[in-house]
């Protein structure tokens, strides 16, 4: 499985922000979709997390400001930002967990590459 990932870059305090992860490859289903961030010196903390069914998870500091949505024939999820603060600056990961074939017995994880957002004050 391939995570392609964009939409990184610099934005403003207060400024919006959109990611965009496509997953490739061969699999049965992609059980969840989830953005991940890593901030200087701190450790990979999970911002949002969609299930196949639609259900989302999110980080506390990112409620209210960041939405996950998927497409499930796509294979993608996109994490729309808004209201960016300073805190939100680090490196973004794409990840999935995804069942292999219709009879795997274990799910398998997969990271994408990673996509740096600095937000600027």
């Known amino acids: 499985v391939q995570l392609q990932a964009s939409g990184g870059g610099l934005v403003q305090t207060g400024g919006p922000l959109r990611l965009s992860c496509a997953a490739s490859g061969p699999v049965h289903s992609i059980a969840v979709m989830a953005w991940y961030r890593q901030a200087p010196g701190k450790q990979r903390e999970l911002v949002a997390s969609?299930?196949?069914?639609?259900?989302?998870t999110y980080h506390e500091s990112v409620k209210g400001r960041f939405t996950i949505s998927r497409d499930v024939a796509k294979r993608t999820a996109d994490l729309q930002a808004t209201s960016l603060k300073v805190e939100d600056t680090g490196v973004y990961y794409c990840?999935?967990?995804?069942?292999?074939?219709?009879?795997?017995?274990?799910?398998?994880?997969?990271w994408g590459k990673g996509t740096q957002v600095t937000v600027s004050s």
């Open positions: 969609m299930t196949r069914r639609g259900i989302a």
């Open positions: 990840f999935v967990d995804v069942w292999p074939t219709r009879h795997s017995a274990r799910s398998v994880e997969y």
